[in-house]
């Protein structure tokens, strides 16, 4: 099913956070999507993403199939095809798995709106 994500029109960036739903119904961790790419988020979010792990931050692939704008599944290991944007999580959430983690209903995550990449990180702590 996925999350579909339609662009919020307020300026800044656009994050999505995991809902008590995608926890429950998902087995999510608190998360945090920052989006990418050319319909969403500005450089300056991803900017802080090569010193996560330094923070204590798992960075995973969220990845969309056929719809850009369609949020499908998380992968451990990224790559630049059909990416969607990053999973930021304190969880290291594959540290027993293997394959991907397809997302569920649309209302596993909530979209939010943030100045600047650390103000979205503030949900995780």
Same mark, same amino acid.
């Given at each position: 099913m996925g999350y579909n994500y339609k662009e919020s029109g307020y300026g800044n960036c656009d994050y @999505?956070?995991?809902?008590?739903?995608?926890?429950?119904? &998902? &087995? @999510?961790? !608190?998360?945090?999507? +920052?989006l990418i790419g050319q319909l969403y988020a500005d450089p300056e979010f991803k900017a802080w993403l090569p010193t996560a792990e330094e923070k204590g931050y798992h960075v995973f692939t969220a990845k969309h199939c056929d719809d850009e704008r369609e949020f499908t599944h998380i992968r451990k290991n990224s790559g +630049?095809?059909?990416? *969607? &944007?990053f999973f930021i999580?304190?969880?290291?959430? *594959?540290?027993? +798995? !293997?394959?991907?983690?397809? +997302? &569920?209903?649309?209302?596993? *995550?909530?979209?939010?709106?943030?100045?600047? *990449?650390?103000?979205?990180?503030?949900? @995780?702590?």
């Open positions: @999505l956070i995991v809902t008590k739903k995608g926890k429950e119904e &998902g &087995g @999510l961790p !608190d998360g945090v999507v +920052i +630049i095809v059909n990416r *969607f &944007g999580t304190k969880t290291n959430m *594959f540290e027993h +798995i !293997d394959s991907d983690y397809d +997302i &569920g209903s649309g209302s596993w *995550f909530r979209r939010k709106n943030a100045p600047n *990449f650390m103000e979205a990180l503030k949900h @995780l702590d």
